[in-house]
């Protein structure tokens, strides 16, 4: 699979910008557990550097994206007398050679995601 790739970006919705240094995870999904592919930082555009799997990583099956929200809003001062959010996975399956885009809007309650482009 020469031309496929995986992105992500992630949009702070209570402060209305991009998700600067959040911490993320990326584990190739087995059955019932999992493997650990990477750890990246977000940066000043809420994106990673590189695609969390580029050309030569990419492949088909089932991944999981670990956003590390709680620790981020903690990092920024947000007093939550009991976080609502600490670790975010979205779980999803790459099934064909394409760009795969998934971006998260968070807040310190809620989440969304879908595919982007």
Known sequence: MADGRLTTH???TMLGKPARGMRIELHFVHGDH?????????NEDGRVDQPL???????QGEFEIRFHVGQY??????EIATP?????????TISEDKHYHVP??????SY???RGS
């Open 10 to 12: 992630v949009l702070d």
């Open 34 to 42: 999992t493997h650990h592919l990477l750890d990246s930082y977000t």
């Open 53 to 59: 799997l580029g050309p030569d990583q990419f492949q």
């Open 73 to 78: 809003f903690e990092r920024l001062g947000v």
């Open 84 to 92: 609502f959010l600490d670790v975010v996975p979205i779980r999803f």
């Open 104 to 109: 998260l809007l968070v807040s310190p309650f």
């Open 112 to 114: 969304s995601t879908y």
